[in-house]
């Protein structure tokens, strides 16, 4: 299914019933830079751990660990025709893209000088990569998004590069299909309305035979 921005934020004004997973094609303006690119991640999964007095604790995994690795978390600013948010994109589909891993990044980064004035907090392999580009971004809207305190920022789970012909075509394609079908059971509801009135006219007709016949 395909939606744009505005479709998508009109959505969680409504109230939860279930996570919506959808397409939406827009381009990506720029980086949250307020936020890190990357994340302490539990080794064995994809959770963050919790920092006890004396050890390390993964709620997924249930268990005290030992050791963490450091994975992607890229927030991006995105816009379509309209309107705009945010979408955040995590380590799988981010290595696939950058092409290369978060700790080797994370490493060459840590190197930088930061007092340096052209230090920059998001590496230039992370810019070059995403922004003043086009993707189609498959989204998940979650109860995290809805409610009074709904955050307009959007979990990625799949992410590809697409021409804009193709994704308005999509678009249009989808449109087209919603009207037919809102055409057809206009149809249906006339077709039913006819069959009504015929039948009750048969019943008429009936009725009156009788009386002529008694």
Known sequence: MMKDITSILEHCQTD?????????????????????????????????????????????????????????????????????????????????????????????????????????????????TFVAKKYKFKIKVCDFNHGLTRRKRFNVIDISEKSSDEAKEELTTQQKRKRHVFIVDESDEEESKIGTKTSKDSEMLGFGTSLLNV
Do not use: H
């Open 16 to 128: 939860y019933k279930e996570d919506l997973i959808c397409y939406c094609y827009a381009e990506v303006k720029d980086i949250v830079a307020e936020k890190p690119w990357n994340y302490p991640s539990c080794f064995s999964c994809t959770s963050k751990p919790t920092q006890r007095a004396n050890d390390m604790w993964c709620d997924n995994c249930q268990k005290i660990i030992e050791t963490q690795t450091i994975r992607y978390r890229i927030e991006l600013k995105v816009r379509d025709d309209k309107c705009s948010t945010n979408f955040v994109v995590f380590d799988n589909e981010a290595r696939r893209l950058i092409g290369q891993d978060t700790m080797s990044l994370y490493d060459s980064q840590a190197s930088e000088d930061e007092d340096d004035e052209n230090y920059n907090p998001i590496p230039d392999v992370i810019y070059n």
